[in-house]
């Protein structure tokens, strides 16, 4: 079965440094896409990025490059995606989830983690 | 284009039909997939490449295409439909770019 457990609830304060993960099981990790979508609060879902593990190549939403970071530890079988300086608007809930093989959309979705940026 | 618009909400009554909308410039030359979105739950993929119910989803759920537009339709619709749905599609010129609809909540009165 199919697993991505991400990472707790963060509060932070605006301009803190901030990495959240999301690690996957059930299949090999290196071999399908695995992105990252915002929703912030009572709104709709937001495509930020993917990444393919095997070999870290990486796209990005024109939206949100240089604005994140997504990156992979293949090690762990675990993606990550970090801010360097946290803004009040990156207050939202965000998720992981699989692309499909062959295909452009997810088919498996993290539980999602909340994250509060608040001074 | 990079847009996909969908209509705010979707009312129905218990039983009857709920379609609901999704248009794009670039839908013709690329997939659709619609995700179902429960309160407090992360979104699940419904229907894949404009027209495939992906696996456990009620046949009552389907989706079409014509033109700039696919629509995701769910036929007899239960209390336990409502939710928002949104669909995806990817770049014309770069597929590896997703993009999401706004979403729709469904309301079942």
């Known amino acids: 079965e199919v697993q991505l457990v991400q990472s707790g609830a963060e509060v932070k304060k605006p301009g803190e440094s901030l990495k959240i993960s999301c690690k996957a099981s059930?299949?090999?990790?290196?071999?399908?896409?695995i992105g990252w979508v915002r929703q912030k609060p009572g709104k709709g879902l937001e495509w930020m990025g993917v990444?393919?593990?095997?070999?870290?190549?990486?796209r990005y939403s024109p939206s949100f490059q240089g604005q994140v970071t997504i990156s992979v530890d293949k090690s762990i079988n675990t993606a990550f995606l970090q801010w360097d300086s946290l803004k009040a608007s990156d207050s939202a809930k965000y998720y992981c989830?699989?692309?499909?093989?062959?295909?452009?959309?997810?088919?498996?979705w993290g539980q999602g983690t909340l994250v509060t940026v608040s001074s | 284009s990079s847009g996909l618009t969908q209509p705010p909400s979707v009312s129905v009554s218990p039983g009857q039909t709920a379609r609901i909308p999704c248009s794009g410039e670039?839908?013709?030359?690329?997939?659709a997939y619609w995700y179902q979105q429960k309160p407090g739950q992360a979104p699940v993929l419904i229907i894949s490449?404009?027209?495939e119910r992906t696996s456990e989803i009620p046949e009552r759920f389907s989706g079409s295409t014509s033109g700039t537009t696919v629509t995701l339709t769910i036929s007899g619709v239960q209390a336990e439909d409502e939710a928002d749905y949104y669909c995806?599609?990817?770049?014309?010129?770069?597929?590896?770019?997703?993009?999401f609809g706004g979403g729709t909540k469904l309301t079942v009165l």
């Open positions: 989830a699989r692309r499909t093989d062959h295909l452009f959309s997810f088919d498996s």
């Open positions: 059930g299949y090999t990790f290196t071999n399908q896409w």
């Open positions: 990444i393919y593990p095997g070999d870290s190549d990486t």
């Open positions: 670039d839908l013709p030359q690329q997939y």
């Open positions: 490449k404009d027209t």
């Open positions: 995806q599609s990817t770049n014309n010129s770069n597929p590896y770019i997703m993009f």
